[in-house]
């Protein structure tokens, strides 16, 4: 329906797809007719006949031409339809904007940000469903009966009908019932008569965050702020880059040059206002040979995981990594010397980390219940990172899932809506990414109709009995690990193999944590480094947040971030900006920062 309609209205502007190859075909018989006349006089053909062909090819040459002129006209309003602002005519019709249309899916979570260019703005919704709208094979959006909200147009129309921009969070909270209680839903919307202004905004930044369900009103204020300096062009091919803006001198030096000697790879430290003059002393000759550099980020907050991960999906972050592919190292990491495989064999991949969680806790509906992998110490590809966190489409900031499970599309609906915005991420299996970092198991379950590189065939899978956690859920006699489908009992043949890194393998499986002391004598000094500046919850405590409170409704702008209508004085509809909040909760830190 959508697609259809759409290529109607461009087909009315054109004058009809199917006229196209016929009025081709017309053009050249009238040349041809006029030819012909041309020859029958050269030959001396009687008077009488050669008027009456010249007539009819003069007649057939201007009904051509005044038909080409009518094409010309129409695709000349297309053109002025579609131009740029700056190209554009000033005035515009009302003909012309009801050929605009724009369709918008943002997965549940996100935020329909609407900016409209040129004049423009909404003056129809022709389309709208919240709960699991399908895309048809012929690219129309429809509504899932069985999933589907009657009120979500009501509810758009009163968002963004008129207006010349709109900010929507699409949140249960927003719409007057849940559709399908129980499900992951998603939001679809036609609107028509507003020219989109495409390129991200920092409008569309903050509304996106705005009615975040698990950010704090500190946090939207410091990611909606956030401006980094870019990535010098061309970007260099490689860089390993650290989030920390706290000062250990000695743990952060061990994992910056553990990472340098395994890769080889300049290292960038997103920092804090307040380390970044005392780690420019401590990598002083790091910094002067280009091997190093700092970012600052504005704020020495950076304790709390759900803050880290929203700065991670969003485009100014991967923005200003100075490097095509990334590896995320933190303080909780360290590289092997010993390493079976080195960096190299892992850049054909657009996203690597060790595997998780597999019986441990929920990270991934895979049928092994693993997923590839965990993003604390990871690989991954800048330019995809920022393709991903610019399309609402395929990622949400903050929105239930961490930014390694949305940028590794470690859940099938993550996978599903991105590859149905055109992305689709390179991972490798969970047997070759456990050789490039373990966190948890070193040796996992085969499943039947796996066939894992480094393995004899098994058709029937195999169990590795490394696990060494809880068999059953809390309270309950549900067994944690359930793959599907089961592997068989017979005992898995032990790879030999030793990992690049470690990320925090001292934390969940004592069997990983044994093996890595005797073949990785790096985690040793890891360790007993983070004990000695007692980095981590465990020697910290949580800091105490301040609750989450999303906005309700549309959002209207912020006076800081205003939408492209407003900044180029065209605004159609609500045109009021508010003044930026006050006197909102902040944290209360841990002793993160006072230690060391």
């Known amino acids: 329906m959508v697609a259809k309609e759409m290529g109607g209205a461009r087909a009315a502007l054109h004058g009809g797809q199917g006229e196209t190859r016929p009025r081709h075909r017309g053009r050249r018989q009238g040349r041809r007719n006029a030819s012909q006349a041309g020859r029958l006089r050269e030959r001396g053909a009687p008077s009488e006949r050669l008027r009456l062909r010249v007539a009819r090819a003069k007649t057939v040459a201007e009904a051509r031409g005044g038909r080409r002129e009518a094409r010309d006209a129409a695709r000349a309003k297309y053109a002025a339809a579609s131009a740029s602002p700056r190209d ?15 369709v918008h899916v943002v997965p549940q979570g996100g935020a329909l940000a609407v900016e409209c260019s040129g004049g ?22 429809a509504a899932d009966p069985a999933c589907h909200l009657d009120e979500t147009k009501r509810v758009v129309e009163e968002a963004c009908l008129g207006q010349s921009h709109c900010c929507l969070p699409i949140a249960d909270a927003n719409f007057p019932r849940d559709p399908c209680r129980g499900r992951v839903k998603s939001f679809a919307a036609v609107l028509v008569g507003c020219d989109l ?25 410091f990611l909606a702020a956030l401006q980094l300096p870019p990535a010098p062009e061309p970007v260099p091919p490689a860089v390993a880059i650290m989030v920390d803006t706290t000062y250990r001198p000695e743990l952060q030096s061990f994992v910056v040059q553990s990472v340098r000697r395994a890769t080889g790879w300049p290292v960038q430290i997103f920092t804090g206002p307040t380390a970044k003059p005392q780690l420019a002393t401590l990598f002083a000759a790091e910094i002067s040979s280009g091997a190093l550099s700092l970012t600052d980020l504005g704020d020495d907050y950076m304790e709390d995981w759900v803050r880290l991960s929203s700065m991670m999906l969003i485009p100014t972050f991967w923005e200003a990594v100075r490097g095509k592919k990334a590896l995320v190292f933190q303080p909780d990491s360290v590289m092997c010397g010993n390493a079976t495989r080195s960096i190299d064999h892992f850049v054909q991949y657009d996203y690597v980390g060790p595997p998780m969680s597999g019986p441990w806790w929920m990270t991934s ?3 092994s219940q693993w997923s590839v992998g965990c993003g604390g110490f990871s690989l991954r590809d800048r330019a995809l990172s920022i393709r991903m966190s610019n399309t609402p489409a395929c990622i949400t900031p903050a929105a239930g899932k961490f930014e390694d499970q949305q940028l590794g599309t470690m859940w099938k609906r993550i996978e599903a809506r991105c590859a149905d915005a055109g992305i689709t991420v390179r991972r490798p299996s969970r047997f070759e990414a456990v050789e490039f ?27 590795a009995n490394f696990y060494t956690g809880p068999k059953y859920q809390p309270h309950t006699t549900k067994r944690k690990w359930q793959p599907t489908p089961l592997p068989s009992p017979q005992q898995c043949p032990e790879r030999s193999f030793v990992p690049m890194a470690c990320h925090k393998c001292w934390f969940w499986n004592q069997r990983t944590w044994r093996f890595m002391k005797r073949h990785c004598p ?28 999303p906005r309700r409704g549309a959002i209207p702008p912020d006076q800081r971030y205003l939408p492209h209508d407003m900044l180029q004085g065209r605004c159609h509809g609500r045109c009021e900006a508010q003044p930026p909040p006050t006197g909102f909760e902040r944290t209360v830190r841990g002793d993160y920062l006072r230690k060391g």
């Open 197 to 221: 202004h495409l390129p991200p905004s920092r409008y569309k930044t903050h509304c996106a965050l705005s009615g975040q369900p698990m950010l704090p009103q500190e946090d939207v204020e």
């Open 365 to 367: 509906d895979d049928p």
């Open 522 to 549: 790096e985690v040793t000094t890891l360790r007993q480094l983070r004990r000695k500046y007692e980095v981590g919850t465990e020697f910290t405590g949580f800091p105490k947040r301040p609750k989450p409170t």
């Open 120 to 141: 423009t703005w909404v003056r129809q919704v022709s389309f709208a469903s919240y709960g699991a709208p399908v895309r048809q094979p012929n690219g129309s959006l």
């Open 437 to 463: 970092g373990v966190e948890y198991d070193l040796h996992m379950d085969v499943l039947p109709g796996e066939a894992p590189q480094g393995y004899p065939p098994l058709p029937s899978g195999c169990t």
């Open 88 to 102: 554009r005519p000033a005035a515009r019709s009302a003909a012309a904007d009801r050929f605009l249309e724009s």
